[in-house]
């Protein structure tokens, strides 16, 4: 069963705008870890953002926002004053609490192109 | 420093050659992961390493054989690989302790096999 979904393959935002990037996700485990990854074409994975499952505020980190709606499974992207320099992959992921692993299992990705 | 350093950043190899992938970090993590991403898809996990020992193995083929010699460097062995192993693979390490803690992500190794 698909454990994160993100249903947006591309988005288009013009520059300065705010914009949304989906994920939901699935999970019977009360305590877990949500990520969101950024990948420009040179590969490099960078870590935005995180909020974990029991925090009660969503999580802020500079232009990024998480929208942390636990009932609904989801936790949204938020970017704002988009950047030409946000054009790139983006992706959730998600971290179980499976025994004493440290599985990060990741969606399908949302392409982000950043129009001037 | 929070890099993790994957080399070569680029390697093309037969398929009866033997090469091997090597990732250092120097952040304490004490568990280590290398994924294989194709293009266009998301980073499938492979391995996972937590205080040196193979923790995860992903029912990955045994062409590819990780290695952990000590808690900063991890390597990944390759013989007799397939033109479809050609992908991307990443390195990432995180603290083990506690589900609350980010990977970090080498750059990664771009691998053609011919």
């Known amino acids: 069963a698909q454990k994160i979904t993100q249903t947006q393959p591309g988005m288009f935002v013009q520059e300065k705008e705010a914009v949304t990037l989906d994920c939901t996700y699935d999970?019977?485990?009360?305590?877990?870890?949500l990520f969101w990854y950024k990948q420009p074409s040179s590969g490099e994975m960078i870590f935005l953002i995180y909020?974990?499952?029991?925090?009660?505020q969503n999580a802020t980190e500079g232009r990024y926002s998480l929208n942390f709606q636990k009932a609904r499974k989801s936790a949204n992207l938020v970017i704002s004053a988009s950047q030409l320099g946000d054009s790139a992959m983006y992706f959730c992921?998600?971290?179980?609490?499976?025994?004493?692993?440290?599985?990060?299992?990741f969606g399908t990705g949302t392409l982000l192109a950043v129009q001037p | 420093d929070t890099e993790v350093t994957q080399t070569p950043k680029h390697l093309v190899m037969g398929m009866t050659n033997k090469k091997s992938l090597k990732c250092e970090q120097h952040?304490?993590?004490?568990?280590m992961y290398w994924y294989k991403q194709k293009a266009k898809k998301p980073p499938e996990l492979m391995f996972v390493?937590?205080?040196?020992?193979?923790?995860i193995n992903e029912s990955v083929p045994s062409r590819f054989s990780p290695e952990c010699p000590n808690s900063s460097l991890l390597n990944l062995h390759l013989h007799a690989l397939q033109p479809e192993d050609s992908a991307l693979y990443l390195c990432?390490?995180?603290?083990?302790?506690?589900?609350?803690?980010?990977?970090?992500f080498g750059q990664g190794t771009r691998l053609t096999v011919v």
């Open positions: 990432a390490s995180s603290q083990e302790v506690g589900r609350n803690t980010e990977a970090f």
């Open positions: 999970t019977s485990d009360q305590s877990y870890g």
């Open positions: 909020q974990g499952s029991y925090d009660e």
């Open positions: 992921a998600m971290r179980e609490h499976e025994g004493a692993t440290n599985k990060l299992i």
């Open positions: 952040m304490g993590h004490r568990a």
């Open positions: 390493y937590s205080y040196e020992k193979l923790s």
